[in-house]
Nanobody, 119 residues
Framework: VQLVESGGGLVQPGGSLRLSCAAS????????MSWHRQAPGKESELVAA????????NYADSGKGRFTISRNNAKNTLHLQMNNLKPEDTAVYYC?????????????WGQGTQVTVSS
């Protein structure tokens, strides 16, 4: 199982970034996918999530109206489009795959990609 994030970097306030997460080794289209982030000295927080089948989305208040999560089940990829970035968005962003079935829970994480918003 692998989740590999990419697309992070340094961006000025007001800029945009598109994060990607390439998944392999599991049935991607069955999994609930999400992005989380962790800033230095702070706890990890959910940024956005998307269901496996219908593609329904959910966002933390901090990202509503600025972030868009999407998935391509044919390509086993997850994306996070981030617009109008703010310094407080600076964090390591992690991709997560989650599936609970038959009393078992499958939970996978990527290694993270650094997003730094600074002038």
């Amino acid at each position: 199982v692998q989740l590999v994030e990419s697309g992070g970097g340094l961006v000025q306030p007001g800029g945009s970034l598109r994060l990607s997460c390439a998944a392999s080794g599991f049935t991607f289209n069955s999994y609930y996918m999400s992005w989380h982030r962790q800033a230095p000295g702070k706890e990890s927080e959910l940024v956005a999530a998307i269901t496996s089948a219908s593609g329904s989305t959910n966002y933390a208040d901090s990202g509503k109206g600025r972030f868009t999560i999407s998935r391509n089940n044919a390509k086993n990829t997850l994306h996070l489009q981030m617009n109008n970035l703010k310094p407080e968005d600076t964090a390591v962003y992690y991709c997560n795959a989650d599936l609970s079935v038959g009393g078992y829970k499958f939970d996978y994480w990527g290694q993270g990609t650094q997003v730094t918003v600074s002038s």
